[in-house]
């Protein structure tokens, strides 16, 4: 009996290492079938392919399974590892004829198109694998922000692959505009250097769609979320490097927060593009299906923060500007999506709290004495910060440009307009105007508010407002004679404040370094259009004085660069690059030195 389970191991092993080759020969030969024109012949294939790729994954499957745990008691499974096994089971025997009751005809090509179904499961197959892989680094001991940044590097080189593909495009793409395309997508940017609505085809239009939700919430939100699902258990290794990149300080709640990441992200994008759909002209759309697919597009890149649109004009769109709903919910997505999820999910436990104490005083007539503190200090700052940033925004714009961009608009117009360009400069990338017309006073306000861009934990760029905030009242704190910052009877943290400089003096040598390139490798630029796109490329804004479609390829380089780096973070990408020290055994003498 022993040998037996010995082979029997032997099998589990084998089938464990060729379970992920063959995800990865599954997905290569996804892409050749959708990403190339195929003769019926190679179609009828590639059909077959299918079929039997479905057999070799129930068989390796099949020969997975721990039976001598299953025997002794030792193993307990999960649902989901049970169901995907039916699942490759029942669809791979459907396959076939049933002799007597169906002739030459399986019971589900009677029914259904079953080619949709092997896609989809090749697909399955390949996030599983990369999903439970995902959950092994711990073992390599990586540093957590070079996990980071390679998942990005890797999500974008895949993109890349993927717009090359001849079927993404209509007349074929460049190297470095297909990298240049994919690292605006993934790093959620919106920069463009060919017409998304054009030059892509459908294919190539959902490929980006979907770079931009994974890069969006990042691959490895993706991969943790499908992983936790696929095992039993996780490591704590495991939950303290997806804590680390997730800025979940409770370890015990780094999986419930992946969870409330995916679940609240397409709740909001799937409702929010329902509002978009009854906004919209059905005149201007050539079927109900397209109707569709521009309401999920654009709800998933307002949510992200992308800017991307299916527009060749972009929501200046003459049919798009004076839809007022329209650039409302827009608006609406772009806040929220730039919030960060710790800062909604505060506020649910909040409201939470405050219905389960309204349900106590009127149910029971006991008056809760306690208040518990449910509102973070973080909270309240990104909610001020951002607050007062839109309406600042809001008030410069209108005051600015009210006889200048916003003259085409009626009153009503004017205060939509002027809101939405509040909005959207703190990384959302969408406009309503015409940029090249706009006043250098307010382009001044633009580089303010690209700049500060979102909060930490969400979709957006820039330097985030908490890192605006505590240097403001650091610098006041300074010129009132304080040794410390205090906020909401809460002390921030030294290492708050050294963060906080350390990010704002790294984004400003990056941003600078970005523009002294540009004019090295392509003089002549304007240095205001200069300033303003690298700006916009580091704090992944998206907006353009018009110049993006105008570099050469060596600027193109340099603009990916600094998205790059804006999406990760210059103080992650040093974190990434230095040993990280744990312990200092020993201190200096203090002294001081004059700063001013």
Not at 144 to 168: D, E, M, Y
Not at 291 to 315: E, K, P, Q, T
Not at 373 to 385: D, F, S
Request: hydrophobic share 50%.
């Amino acid at each position: 009996m022993e040998s037996f389970f010995k082979i029997l191991k032997s099998l589990r092993r084998l089938a464990g290492f060729l379970l992920p080759l063959v995800s990865v020969i599954g997905v290569i030969i996804l892409l050749y079938d959708f990403g190339f024109e195929h003769t019926p012949e190679t179609a009828a294939l590639l059909v077959r392919f299918y079929d039997y790729f479905l057999f070799v994954v129930f068989m390796l499957l099949l020969l997975r399974v721990d039976y001598a745990g299953l025997i002794r008691k030792k193993v307990k499974y999960t649902k989901t590892e049970l169901a995907l096994f039916f699942i490759f089971a029942f669809l791979w025997l459907g396959q076939f004829p049933l002799a007597g009751l169906f002739s030459e005809k399986s019971l589900f090509h009677r029914i259904l198109d079953l080619y949709i179904i092997d896609v989809a499961l090749v697909v399955l197959l390949f996030l599983a694998e990369l999903s439970l892989g995902s959950l092994n680094m711990s073992r390599y001991n990586l540093n957590p922000a070079l996990v980071f940044l390679a998942s990005f590097v890797l999500i974008i080189l895949i993109g890349t692959i993927l717009l090359l593909l001849p079927n993404s495009t209509y007349q074929g793409i460049g190297l470095t505009d297909a990298l240049f395309t994919s690292t605006s997508a993934v790093c959620v940017t919106g920069l463009i250097v060919v017409d998304t609505a054009t030059y892509f085809t459908p294919i190539g239009q959902n490929i980006i769609l979907v770079l931009i939700q994974t890069g969006g919430l990042g691959i490895l939100t993706f991969t943790s979320f499908f992983g936790i699902y696929l095992r039993t258990s996780s490591s704590f290794q495991n939950q303290l490097m997806i804590g680390d990149m997730l800025n979940e300080d409770r370890i015990s709640d780094v999986f419930k927060t992946i969870v409330r990441v995916i679940v609240f992200t397409f709740l909001v994008e799937a409702l929010f593009a329902v509002f978009i759909y009854f906004t919209l002209d059905e005149r201007q759309f050539p079927s109900h299906s397209e109707m569709i697919r521009f309401s999920v597009f654009h709800s998933v890149s307002a949510f992200c923060n992308a800017g991307f649109s299916l527009l060749s004009d972009g929501l200046y769109d003459v049919h798009y500007r004076f839809n007022y709903p329209f650039l409302l919910i827009i608006s609406f997505l772009v806040i929220t999506g730039g919030l960060g999820f710790n800062i909604i999910f505060n506020f649910f436990r909040y409201l939470k709290h405050r219905l389960i104490r309204l349900s106590k005083q009127l149910f029971t007539r006991n008056v809760v004495q306690y208040k518990a503190r449910i509102i973070e200090v973080h909270t309240k700052l990104v909610i001020i910060t951002t607050t007062f940033l839109l309406v600042f925004g809001f008030i410069m714009n209108l005051v600015l440009e009210y006889h200048n961009t916003l003259e085409e608009h009626d009153t009503f117009g004017k205060l939509v307009t002027a809101f939405f360009a509040s909005v959207t400069p703190r990384t959302a990338g969408f406009n309503t105007i015409d940029m090249g017309a706009l006043l250098p006073a307010t382009i001044l306000i633009y580089f303010l508010l690209m700049l500060i861009g979102g909060s930490p934990g969400s979709t957006a760029g820039g330097i985030k407002t908490t890192t605006f905030a505590v240097t403001v009242m650091n610098v006041i704190s300074i010129a009132r004679g304080k040794n410390r910052v205090e906020v909401f009877r809460r002390e921030l943290s030294i290492g708050s404040l050294r963060r906080a400089f350390a990010v704002i003096s790294l984004s400003l040598l990056a941003i600078g370094l970005s523009v002294f390139l540009l004019h090295v490798v392509q003089p002549g630029l304007d240095t205001t259009q200069v300033i303003f796109e690298c700006i916009s490329a580091f704090s992944t804004v998206g907006l353009s004085l018009g110049i993006t479609a105008d570099l050469n390829t060596a600027s193109k380089w340099v603009i990916i660069l600094t998205m790059f780096i804006g999406r990760v973070g210059t103080l992650t990408l040093f974190v990434a690059l230095f040993r990280k020290v744990k312990t200092l055994n020993y201190r200096y003498p203090t002294e001081s030195i004059m700063i001013s």
